[in-house]
């Protein structure tokens, strides 16, 4: 048995039992919550060490009730790389960045989608079907596959080739949806009766929250069971912000943080889709979705968000922000992050590097302060962004001078 305890209605606090399949409250997304008192009784620090490197490693704090049902790739203890070169570019003397990309389908993803799918195989689910845009729907056709569940994925037509093509070879069934992500959302949410699948709509089921959670414990116990100053998160659904914010509480509560700090959450997004900039601009709780949404960074591109006043109270509690990175420059930060530090970074990301730059030149980050950027998902799987290299070379007759003028 796990130390869940309840469910809890994010919206207005009802109270809902666990251990029976739930969705939303009002429309809006549920808390797990644990019985935390009895976890920091059975359950110390030390004993996570002597635990393989995964996400499981935190298994008092996770939901799953049955070890059996739990579906795995090995995901997790992603690596926490210090990134002098970048930092220095920047203007920063600690930077690192928790690099995610290195996860099962190559990006974070895996965390949230192996623990909803290990709940669903659980709860005996045996279809599920999801919208998606982007990662989201090939880490949940892996998962399926590995259960042994049946996956149903609806994407936009224009969704990157790389992502509509692993959610196949995953053995999803997938459709092209000639419309945008809430679109392909209100297929998904029509169908559940008819085809009677269960809806794995972000934060439309509680348990993929639990999965995203762990980057904040990994973070904790790979500082030394501390928090660093700040974190800069790409926003789209916002589960990881929502659940980092969430871990660190849990740590707290258990009592294993050293130093109980908590970090600034910095809410990055595209400039060309940012409705939780702009309600934390306006100083609203709630989001209104863009006019017309549009960036490559393709995991950013959600214009509605059921869980964006828990993204908007997490980054006010944390005396965080909410910041746009500019489109233009998705490319170039791409470039300077892999180039200078050999980490493989997301359009997403660059985004928030962008964010990060104009916050340090304008003198509200100091240099001195250590910033954790979380790479989401590797470059291999947005080729679109990328410069093909030109240069040929005849193998019979090779012009030296063009390879020597290229160092
Ligand atoms: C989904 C996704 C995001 C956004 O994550 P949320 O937790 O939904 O905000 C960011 N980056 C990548 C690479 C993604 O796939």
């Known amino acids: 048995m796990s130390f869940v305890a309840h469910l809890e209605a994010a919206i207005d606090g009802t109270r809902i039992p666990a251990r029976t399949i739930q969705t ?3 429309g809006r997304p549920l808390w797990v919550r644990y019985d935390l008192e009895t976890i920091s009784r059975s359950v110390s620090r030390s004993d996570l060490e ?18 059996d049902a739990i ?3 090995g995901e997790g203890m992603s690596p926490l790389i210090p990134c002098p070169h970048l930092g220095e570019h920047v203007g920063l003397d600690r930077l690192f960045i928790k690099d995610e990309s290195q996860l099962p389908t190559g990006s974070f993803k895996a965390r949230g989608l192996c623990m909803a799918v290990s709940m669903a195989k659980q709860f005996g689910i045996r279809r599920l079907a999801i919208p998606t845009a982007g990662n989201a729907g090939g880490a949940m056709a892996a998962y399926a596959a590995r259960a042994g569940i049946e996956s149903f994925v609806f ?25 945008l992500i809430t679109d392909c959302g209100a297929v998904v949410r029509d169908g559940a009766e008819r085809m009677g699948w269960f809806d794995f709509s972000t934060l439309k089921e509680p348990y993929r929250i639990e999965g995203k959670k762990t980057m904040g414990l990994e973070l904790a116990e790979q500082l030394g069971w501390r928090l660093p100053d700040a974190i800069f998160y790409p926003t789209g659904g916002g589960t990881g912000l929502i659940g980092m914010w ?17 970090p600034r959450m910095y809410s990055c997004q595209a400039d060309g889709c940012a409705p939780i900039v702009s309600a934390f601009d306006r100083n609203e709780r709630f989001a209104e979705p863009p006019a017309s949404p549009h960036t490559v960074a393709s995991g950013l591109r959600v214009p509605k968000a059921l869980g964006d006043f828990m993204i908007l109270d997490a980054v006010r509690a944390s005396g965080g922000r909410a910041l746009a990175g500019r ?10 992050a892999a180039s200078l530090e050999g980490v493989s970074l997301c359009p ?7 964010a990060l730059a104009t916050e340090v030149a304008a003198g509200r980050m100091q240099r001195d302060e250590e910033v954790v950027v979380f790479n989401t998902g590797a470059a291999q799987k947005y080729p679109e962004t990328m410069i093909e290299p030109t240069a040929r070379i005849d193998h019979q007759n090779v012009d030296w001078d063009l390879i020597a003028s290229a160092s």
Do not use: Q
């Not at 002597?50 to 070890?67: A, I, Q, T």
């Not at 871990?247 to 294993?256: K, N, S, T």
């Not at 997403?348 to 962008?354: H, K, M, P, Y």
């Open 50 to 67: 002597s635990r393989p490197p995964s996400l499981w490693r935190y298994r008092e704090l996770l939901p799953v009730d049955d070890d």
């Open 246 to 262: 969430k871990a660190f509480a849990e740590l707290d509560a258990v009592g294993w943080l050293g130093r109980r700090e908590r």
């Open 155 to 179: 994407m936009p037509a224009d969704t990157p080739l790389i992502n509509r093509v692993e959610a196949s070879l995953f053995g999803a069934k997938v459709f092209l949806v000639n419309g």
């Open 348 to 354: 997403e990301t660059a985004i928030c590097l962008d």
């Open 327 to 336: 489109e233009n420059r998705i490319r170039e930060w791409m470039t300077i």
């Open 71 to 73: 579906v795995t790739l």
């Open 24 to 26: 939303t409250h009002e």
